[in-house]
């Protein structure tokens, strides 16, 4: 049992580059949600799913986009990578019963130059 | 103001003490509340949720106040093992986390 993988661990990109991040559960859980990690700003919300096919804005969403086609997969794209988008990125998943907290995975280093 | 806001810290302990962490919340459509763990450099690790009657898992205390929207983590015992940052977390539809107390034990 996998649980949430994240792919890359580490990335690199220049301002303007457009990428990826790919994020999967082996869960079957309804929810699942990106995360940044800033120094001093805990985890910050971005997006997140309530099933396949619903996504919903987060406290900073600007930048990033998202789509729910499987009930396991969630990738977050970066349109167009800007300094301020290094951060750590993390995706988490849950079942839909809200007594449950969320799994994370490993998450990703992103560095924007 | 943050939706979740928690003590700044660190916290800096010696081995045996108790600690105690708070964490205030905003939005009172909040249904259900939690405690993680976080190693330096490693994801967010679920400690325990938060019940209203509040609940023991071994040294560790949750407690929930609805009225005064607030939830607290006691750590009994410490050892060096618990240094970390704790975050809280208030699921309110979505997952809203505050911004984290470190935590370091010494002997």
């Known amino acids: 049992n996998a649980g949430v993988t994240q792919t890359p661990k580490f990335q690199v990109l220049k301002t303007g580059q457009s990428m990826t991040l790919q994020c999967a559960q082996d869960m079957n859980h309804e929810y699942m949600s990106w995360y940044r990690q800033d120094p001093g700003m805990g985890l910050r919300l971005i997006h997140y799913s309530v099933g396949a096919g619903i996504t919903d804005q987060g406290e900073v969403p600007n930048g990033y986009n998202v789509s729910r086609s499987t009930t396991e997969d969630f990738p977050l794209r970066l349109l167009s990578a800007a300094p301020s988008q290094t951060s750590v990125y993390f995706c988490?998943?849950?079942?839909?019963?809200?007594?449950?907290?969320?799994?994370f995975g490993s998450g990703t280093r992103l560095t924007v130059v | 103001r943050k939706e979740v806001e928690q003590d700044p810290g660190p916290f800096n302990v010696p081995e045996g003490a108790t600690v105690a962490f708070n964490c205030t919340y905003s939005n009172s459509a909040s249904q259900s509340f939690f405690w993680y763990r976080q190693d330096c450099r490693k994801e967010p690790k679920l400690l325990m949720s938060?019940?209203?009657s509040g609940n023991e898992d071994g040294r560790f205390t949750a407690q929930l106040n609805r009225a005064s929207q607030y939830i607290s983590l006691l750590i009994r015992d410490s050892k060096l093992s618990d240094s970390a940052t704790y975050l809280c977390?208030?699921?309110?539809?979505?997952?809203?986390f505050g911004a984290g107390t470190r935590l370091t034990v010494k002997p």
């Open positions: 977390a208030v699921n309110r539809g979505d997952m809203r």
């Open positions: 938060v019940y209203s």
């Open positions: 988490a998943s849950r079942p839909r019963q809200g007594i449950y907290g969320y799994t």
